[in-house]
């Protein structure tokens, strides 16, 4: 129904800053809520934003608070992540994901994603 192509990623120094994006197919893009996750070699892939369809509701793991801000052009189909004061614990492939709701709503649990995308790097180095 839907297919997310995440872009932008690629290798910063640690304080730098990146922005990564997510492109969706569709015409029906409102109506998804989207989030933010990555995943680490070794490790679970973990939660970092989530935004629902307006735009107008946001949340955030702790440990990208104040650093990343996650926001949306619905008329563009896109999602984005601006990622701010960047560490080398950051460093991650990171998935855009989509759930359609008709609630304005974030959605923070990776099992309550209907759609994902292939990911892109993100590599911080100190």
């Known amino acids: 129904q839907v297919q997310l192509v995440e872009s932008g990623g690629g290798l910063v120094q640690a304080g730098g800053s990146l922005s990564v994006s997510c492109a969706a197919s569709?015409?029906?893009?409102?109506?998804?809520?989207m989030g933010w996750f990555r995943q680490a070699p070794g490790k679970e892939r973990e939660f970092v934003a989530a935004?629902?369809?307006?735009?107008?509701?946001?949340y955030y793991a702790d440990s990208v608070k104040g650093r990343f801000t996650i926001s949306r052009d619905n008329a563009k189909n896109t999602v984005y992540l601006q990622m701010n004061s960047l560490k080398s614990e950051d460093t991650a492939v990171y998935y855009c994901?989509?759930?359609?709701?008709?609630?304005?709503?974030?959605?923070?649990?990776?099992?309550?994603?209907?759609?994902w995308g292939q990911g892109t790097q993100v590599t911080v180095s100190s």
């Open positions: 935004i629902s369809r307006s735009g107008g509701n946001t």
């Open positions: 569709g015409r029906t893009f409102s109506m998804y809520a």
């Open positions: 994901a989509g759930r359609g709701d008709p609630r304005d709503i974030v959605v923070v649990s990776t099992y309550e994603y209907d759609y």
